[in-house]
């Protein structure tokens, strides 16, 4: 088969996979395609936690005729028994002749199909596309690497580069700095992330409810999270008021005990920790893989100074604020600044009137190729 057939069945895979936006984790998201003689007979997609795994589906809906037939998958098809039984061993009963993954598992547990499959006498190749798999499941990977949450710091600016002060995303007036389509997109991403976080600041400005809305809900609503490090999130706060219903903590240097008990009785965790980075330690250790940053001048400055994150997304208006206006990046000192060097362009793609700019930093931001790159318009 040509290398471009290969790698357009990957990419197919790969569009499948992305379905399970906000419904799979802890589990990946992972895409499935089978072909036999340059046809698709069967594609699959890993929907929800807990149920069927792409592998699997795909081969169902092929039958007999996955049999002698090409697998492309965009995550090793898992050697374990957990809540399914393990997906290596459905390729080999299919009949499959070869197999195509993007790339390996990095769970443990998990991870040895490739090599079962090899067993069986099945041709497996490893690698087509391996960078956009990875970038679908960049928290899943990273888990298996760090002691702390995959974080993601989005941001809002004016063509000038400014925000409308430290906290908010609105310009002058209380109208929104960006459009519908990208507030629509970063309700988006809230669905695809364990937590979404702030700073005290952007709470006593906005009292935002930090919520998913307007997309389809993801399987478990995101944690929310608040960096505050006097306790000083009022009460009568949205994010306090609805902790009952959505899973609340705030994050504390100093946490006086009648106001710790006063946000128990509201149903916010409270956890106090000395350092930053040990906050986020401790909340990977209590399930947060991955984390959205919103909103926060300071506290986005505070993370980038300890090199904690690994996405930054600008959603740029074409909106000019002024020299009044605070600058995103005002509170990142000159060696931070220097230190993020030049980052590279994961992708850039219009909504509406604004552009969003995904940007890899650190140490991730050297693990791809440029060639993975991509522009789209949402226009």
Known sequence: ?????????????????????????????????????????????????????????????????????????????CAHHGRTPPCADAVIA?????????????????????????????????????????????????AFASDRPWIILKLAISLDGAIANASRTRGSGGDWLTGAESRREVHHM????????????????????????????????????????????????AVVRGARIVPTTIVARRAASDRRDAMAAAGVDVRVYETLEAALRGLAADGVRSMLVEGGARFGA????????????????????????????????????????????IERVMLGNDLKTTFALGAASCSQDSSTTSERSNG
């Open 190 to 237: 809230r669905a695809g992330v364990d937590a979404i976080a702030v700073g005290v600041g952007t709470v006593l400005a906005d009292d935002p409810m930090l919520t998913v809305r307007d997309v389809p809900e993801p399987r478990v609503a995101p944690r929310r999270v608040i960096f505050d490090s006097e306790l000083r999130t009022p009460l009568g706060a």
């Open 1 to 77: 088969m040509l290398p471009d057939a290969d790698r357009a069945y990957m990419l197919r895979a790969l569009d499948l996979a992305r379905r399970g936006w906000g419904q799979t984790a802890p589990n990946p998201m992972v895409g499935a395609v089978v072909v036999r003689d340059g046809t698709v007979v069967g594609e699959g997609f890993h929907a929800r936690f807990g149920e069927a795994h792409a592998e699997v589906v795909a081969l169902e809906q092929a039958g007999e005729r996955a049999r002698g037939a090409t697998l492309y998958v965009t995550l090793e098809p």
């Open 302 to 345: 505070s993370l980038l100074e300890q090199g904690a994150v690994d996405r930054l997304v600008i959603f740029q208006a074409p909106v000019v604020l002024g020299a009044d206006a605070l600058n995103a990046f005002a509170y990142l000192s000159s060696s931070a600044a220097v230190a993020l060097g030049h980052l590279r362009v």
């Open 94 to 142: 299919a009949g499959v002749r070869r197999v195509v993954i993007a790339g390996e598992d990095p769970n443990p547990e998990a991870a040895g199909g490739a090599a079962r499959l090899r067993a069986a006498g099945i041709h497996v190749e490893v690698g087509l596309e391996a960078e956009g798999a990875r970038e679908l499941n960049a928290a899943f990977f990273h």
